[in-house]
Structures are given as structure tokens and as C-alpha cells.
């Protein structure tokens, strides 16, 4: 079956400090790729997408992602975090064979003040 | 800003019940999903569903799983026996296109707890 793995389950930084979050999928063909986040008690929110066109995607709150084809990865970067981007993190992929929305298993990011 | 809602927010059930989750997806999306993420863990697929019938499903969602949209807004999850492990959040999601072409909007979760 196709999967999603995110590589780091919990990730600590520091405020100010740089992101970066690992996704990969495996799937060949077609995909739509999507970084969801989850703050605590909340449902879950699209930071940004990725259909087509330029592979450095960016979305809200400062966050950007890289599809990189050959990798087959499409991770997740913040230059300088801040304690409000504690959260779970979630890429997912929609692979072009289905109708559904395919979800890695998350990374929680602690953010310390 | 349009969203998804569901209710309840929290529904405790015995073992064998059967439950109704209820969703709103946004008003002209037309594809419609149902995840669900045990505690602790991943957010699964259980079905989506398009033009009054299911588009695909999961192994998750077997008999004991159903979904309707009975009028023009309501989307429903029915579990008809409810087992432990059902507990869960359950999401309900929408998306204006197929996932080919639109992300999906989530809802706040509906928290089923089975005692």
C-alpha cells in the first residue's frame, strides 16, 4: 500500500530557532502533496499545498515547503519558529489513482519560550 | 469564513449503541470525507463520498460503518454497533473539487468515546 512517513515523531526547539519537518511518500505516479497542522484542542488547518508549477510552495504563518520529485519528499521548513507554532504537524498526499487524502503519522513540534 | 461543522463535539456511548455523527461541510464543496485518529495516533481514512455515493473507502470502513447525506447540507456518519476501539476523534472534511484538484476543509472533531 502507498504510504506517507514523517520522519521525526516529536520535535524541541527553542524559539527563534530554524524548522525543518521530513515528509516522504510512496507513489510514483501523480500527487498532490499538503501540509495540515493541528493545534492542541483544534481541528485541523491547511499551512499550504502543492498541485503544480514551482516546487518551493509557501503558506501562512511564515511556513514553506520543497517538492523534490527524485526524493519523492515534501518537506516542511520555518526559518524562525515562535512558541505559537506548538503543534502536531501533518503532511498528506492525495495520490492521483484515489479519492482520498492520505496522511502521514504527524510530528509534534514543541516550541520552548 | 465558511467552515465545517460537526456535533456533537463529545458523544459517549455504551458498548452495541449505535451512533450518528453529523456534519455541515461548506455549502458548495461537493466531495465529502469522513478520518477518524485513535488517540495518540494517525489520521485514517475511512470514506469519501461524491455525487450521493461512496467514491472509496477503507478497510476500517466495514458493515458496521454507513454515511448519507440525507437533505442538501447534512453529511452523517452512522457506526451501528459501536465496539471499543471505535473510539476516536472523527473528522468530517469537504472539498469543493475532487482531492486532485482541491485540499479538503476540516471540521472540529467529534470526540466518540465507547464505555
Known amino acids: 500500500a502507498q504510504s506517507v512517513s514523517q520522519h521525526n515523531h516529536h520535535v524541541i526547539l527553542s524559539e527563534a530557532a530554524s524548522l525543518e519537518l521530513g515528509c516522504n511518500y510512496s507513489y510514483g505516479g501523480t500527487v498532490n502533496l499538503f501540509w495540515y497542522v493541528q493545534y492542541p484542542g483544534q481541528h485541523l488547518q491547511l499551512l499550504l499545498k502543492y498541485f503544480s508549477g514551482d516546487p518551493l510552495v509557501k503558506g501562512i504563518k511564515g511556513f514553506e515547503a520543497e517538492f523534490i520529485k527524485s526524493k519523492f519528499s515534501f518537506n516542511l521548513r520555518k526559518p524562525s519558529v515562535q512558541w505559537s507554532d506548538t503543534a502536531e504537524y501533518f503532511c498528506a498526499v492525495n495520490m492521483d489513482y484515489g479519492q482520498n487524502f492520505v496522511f502521514g503519522p504527524g510530528t509534534r513540534l514543541s516550541v520552548l519560550p | 469564513e465558511p467552515e465545517v461543522t460537526q456535533t456533537p463535539s463529545h458523544q459517549v456511548t455504551q458498548m452495541g449503541q449505535e451512533v450518528i455523527l453529523r456534519c455541515v461541510p461548506i455549502?458548495?464543496?461537493?466531495?465529502f470525507y469522513w478520518y477518524r485518529q485513535i488517540l495518540g495516533q494517525k489520521v485514517e481514512f475511512l470514506v469519501s463520498?461524491?455525487?450521493?455515493?461512496?467514491?472509496?473507502k477503507s478497510e476500517i470502513f466495514d458493515d458496521q460503518f454507513s454515511v448519507e447525506r440525507p437533505d442538501g447540507s447534512n453529511f452523517t456518519l452512522k457506526i451501528r454497533s459501536t465496539k471499543l476501539e471505535d473510539s476516536a476523534m472523527y473528522f468530517c472534511?469537504?472539498?469543493?473539487?475532487?482531492?486532485?484538484?482541491?485540499?479538503?476543509?476540516f471540521g472540529q472533531g467529534t470526540r466518540l468515546t465507547v464505555v
Open positions: 455549502s458548495n464543496h461537493l466531495y
Open positions: 472534511a469537504s472539498s469543493e473539487q475532487g482531492p486532485m484538484n482541491t485540499e479538503a476543509f
Open positions: 463520498f461524491y455525487n450521493n455515493e461512496i467514491s472509496e
